[in-house]
């Protein structure tokens, strides 16, 4: 929340309580959670514009501690940035797109220990191609994401964090994938604004998906960060809703021409 720099707040859905995280001179976007929720990470912006002075951070999600930089912008002619920070269920990995100029340049998993250097996961198909979304999921098998390697935005899965293989989910177009708590369903946005999900199960530790089936219209989508999420047990979505706002009064000046000659 805030305008014209957000900072990450964390809400109580028991008693409504708000905690802050970050506390201003930065913009911070795209909080994830840590898989035993005890911390947040999130994507830092202090330069001038959305590729410039990106960091990735995390802190406590109690609001205690210090705030920890996990991954710095590089400097250079061509400097990289570093969005969409995920950490990996076990908390071996760092997951994150990394973007050079206008375009991303793949999906990886940087090791929080050792000598972190980063592993390729989803590299574009072409130039041309780009990643645009990505959830990887609770048992930190897989990893889903929206390319547009087929010439729109599509949903395809593949192994954690080898990247080896490819299954395709959404065949007319797909957005936004998530996965259920368990791992064995996974969700995304189509084409269409409606949200469809699918059975997942493994066979020979090859992915299988059941045919996907719609659930509901969405009638309003978030420009940045995560427009819906599915509950652990699957019974229940959270959305972003389309923001409330005062409508403002039209107002009619006539005869103006004789205030411009004053």
Not at 98 to 124: C, D, F, H, M, R
Request: proline fraction near 7%; aromatic fraction near 10%.
């Amino acid at each position: 929340m805030g305008d014209p720099q957000a900072d990450i707040w964390v809400m109580d859905l028991t008693n409504r309580a708000r905690t802050r995280l970050t506390f201003g001179g930065a913009t911070h976007l795209e909080p994830s959670w840590s898989a035993d929720g005890q911390r947040v990470v999130y994507t830092r912006q202090n330069g001038s514009s959305v590729v410039s002075g990106t960091s990735i951070r995390a802190r406590l999600a109690n609001g205690g501690g210090q705030e920890d930089t996990l991954l710095e912008n590089h400097d250079g002619p061509e400097p990289t940035t570093f969005f969409s920070p995920q950490l990996s269920p076990d908390g071996k990995y760092l997951v994150h797109t990394a973007q050079q100029g206008p375009n991303v340049t793949g999906i990886y998993a940087t090791p929080l220990s050792g000598e972190k250097i980063p592993i390729t996961v989803v590299k574009p198909a072409s130039d041309l191609t780009r990643i645009v979304q990505y959830r990887l999921s609770p048992d930190g098998k897989w990893l889903a994401y929206s390319s547009t390697e087929s010439g729109r935005e599509e949903v395809y899965v593949t192994h954690f964090p080898s990247g080896e293989g490819r299954w395709q989910v959404s065949q007319n177009g797909g957005t936004f994938p998530v996965w259920r708590g368990d791992s064995k369903e996974i969700w995304y946005l189509g084409s269409d604004s409606v949200l469809y999900a699918g059975g997942v199960s493994v066979n020979a530790g090859e992915f299988e998906l059941a045919p996907v089936h719609p659930m509901f219209q969405v009638t309003y989508t978030s420009p940045v960060g995560t427009p819906f999420d599915v509950f652990h047990d699957g019974q229940k979505v959270v959305l972003s809703s389309f923001p409330e706002s005062v409508a403002t009064p039209m107002v009619l000046v006539t005869n103006w021409t004789s205030d411009v000659k004053k």
